[in-house]
């Protein structure tokens, strides 16, 4: 049960206030619709390079493979420092490419440096998408995506970071001449529902003293997303956190498992047999396993579940995975008697002398 201390911080109002903010994302994306699709030449273009720092580079991820399995174009993700002192490596070819740089503030050195080098190299579009008119990230791309109503107090990525990923779909969705219609345009209060029933878990395995250890695994579209849950719980509770591929994780990491593990799935409808197979191992050995899944799965693969709604895709319902997981690292940061408004050693924006 809530508490009227929870209330308290920006950083728990930040994610029960993030289905607003995607509305006014969906919104803004369907108006310059004609605009976006104006630059998207799939003759031309083989390949879509998106980049991001921290929090943003696991949304790159994410972005890339949503791309690609959209649209077909080859999607790579980097993080923008790649792009900046190793850019033969990721501009090797002469390939048709378009750049998809993304970040919360729009004045991340690194990202801005990246862009400035891509501009230098390449003649092709630069599509930002960012939380923050008037940037410096704004003055260099072609045109941007801004989540208007996704700006945040706190250090930690919640609200900014799952607005910009439906900004990044949305934009997808639009290259891909699918129009921002049905299922997916009720991401809002789908989004809404999901946080409302997974309060109460969130709060039950954040503030539970027998863990001690907390694994990420997802695949294909959401193992960036895994990332990012990961690092959310670095950053807001120190601590020990890891994300991988949900079949690699049986290549080593697995032997980490035991009665002070929680073990989250991030499961998908593409692999879903595969994935409940590795949950099913980890419970096995011991440990908690937590399914976010789009169905219902057996009781042996799991101790918690959070069913996600029905009618939407893979490549679609990403925002509603996390909404319970940034909870999860919120409670836990309470657990842990930290305040998960102002993360150790974090500031909210990384300016360098590059």
Not at 44 to 52: A, D, N
Not at 102 to 123: N, P, Q, V, Y
Not at 158 to 164: L, P
Request: glycine residues 8%; charged residues 20%; aromatic residues 8%.
């Amino acid at each position: 049960m809530q508490s009227q201390a929870d209330g308290s911080y920006y950083t728990f109002q930040e994610i029960i206030t993030q289905p607003p903010a995607w509305r006014a994302v969906l919104q803004d994306a369907d108006q310059q619709a004609g605009a976006l699709r104006s630059f998207w030449r799939p003759e031309k273009t083989q390949e879509v390079i998106c980049i991001g720092c921290g929090s943003t580079h696991y949304l790159a991820r994410t972005a890339a493979a949503t791309f690609q399995g959209m649209t077909g174009v080859s999607g790579k993700a980097y993080p923008a420092s790649e792009l900046l002192l190793f850019p033969d490596m990721v501009l090797s070819n002469g390939a048709g490419r378009m750049l998809v740089a993304i970040s919360r503030s729009g004045e991340t050195t690194e990202t801005l440096r990246a862009m400035e080098t891509f501009r230098a190299r390449d003649s092709g579009p630069v599509i930002g998408v960012v939380c923050y008119p008037g940037t410096s990230l704004e003055r260099i791309t072609s045109i941007s995506l801004v989540a208007r109503e996704a700006h945040e107090q706190s250090v930690a990525q919640t609200r900014s970071f799952t607005s910009m990923l439906v900004a990044v779909q949305s934009l997808v969705s639009i290259m891909a001449g699918q129009p921002l219609t049905g299922r997916f345009c009720e991401l809002p209060e789908l989004g809404a529902a999901i946080i409302k029933e997974s309060l109460d878990l969130a709060q039950q395995l954040g503030g539970d003293a027998a863990l001690e250890r907390f694994y990420f695994l997802g695949g294909g579209p959401f193992y960036g997303l895994a990332c990012e849950a990961m690092l959310k719980m670095k950053e807001m509770s120190l601590s020990y956190s890891e994300a991988y591929h949900f079949l690699e994780f049986r290549h080593g990491p697995m032997s980490m498992v035991n009665r002070q593990t929680l073990v989250v799935g991030l499961l998908s409808e593409a692999a879903l047999p595969h994935e409940i197979a590795v949950l099913k191992d980890m419970r096995t050995l011991g440990g908690r396993v937590l399914a976010v899944t789009p169905v219902k799965v057996p009781s042996e693969a799991a101790d918690y579940q959070i069913v996600l709604p029905k009618g939407l895709t893979d490549m679609e319902r990403g925002a509603l995975y996390l909404p319970a997981l940034q909870l999860l690292a919120f409670y836990r940061s309470l657990h842990n008697g930290l305040n998960p408004d102002a993360p150790t050693n974090l500031t909210a924006v990384v300016s360098l002398d590059i």
